[in-house]
């Protein structure tokens, strides 16, 4: 069993910081993807930003120029540097992980239990 525990959310004037982590443990054999995903009431969830084990990043356009995705490999952690908040990044967000727990099993998708981001105007 994998757990996905995320820290970091809360409470941000508008173009304020935030830096969320999230740090996976329990049966891993190795981690692809990271990322993290967004979600407001009635909406899809929607990505935020993913990197790949090999540090290739990828950001939803929104987000672009002012939140930044690291990972430690070691220590099996997910970072999200949110600068130059706004009211429109209020969200739960949600860490995602694919894991495989043994060499050569199939990529499990994990998903953290969500932090709140509350960003006021």
């Known amino acids: 069993q994998v757990q996905l525990v995320e820290s970091g959310g809360g409470l941000a004037q508008a173009g304020g910081s935030l830096r969320l982590s999230c740090a996976a443990s329990?049966?891993?054999?190795?981690?692809?993807?990271m990322g993290w995903y967004r979600q407001t009431p009635g909406k899809q969830r929607e990505l935020v930003a993913a990197?790949?084990?090999?540090?290739?990043?990828n950001y939803a356009d929104s987000v672009k120029g002012r939140f930044t995705i690291s990972r430690d490999n070691a220590k099996n952690t997910v970072y999200l540097q949110m600068n130059s908040l706004k009211p429109e990044d209020t969200a739960v967000y949600y860490c995602?992980?694919?894991?495989?727990?043994?060499?050569?099993?199939?990529?499990?998708?994990?998903w953290g239990q969500g932090t709140q981001v509350t960003v006021s105007s």
């Open positions: 995602n992980a694919n894991v495989r727990v043994y060499a050569g099993s199939y990529l499990g998708q994990y």
């Open positions: 329990g049966s891993i054999f190795s981690i692809e993807t």
């Open positions: 990197i790949t084990s090999g540090s290739r990043r």
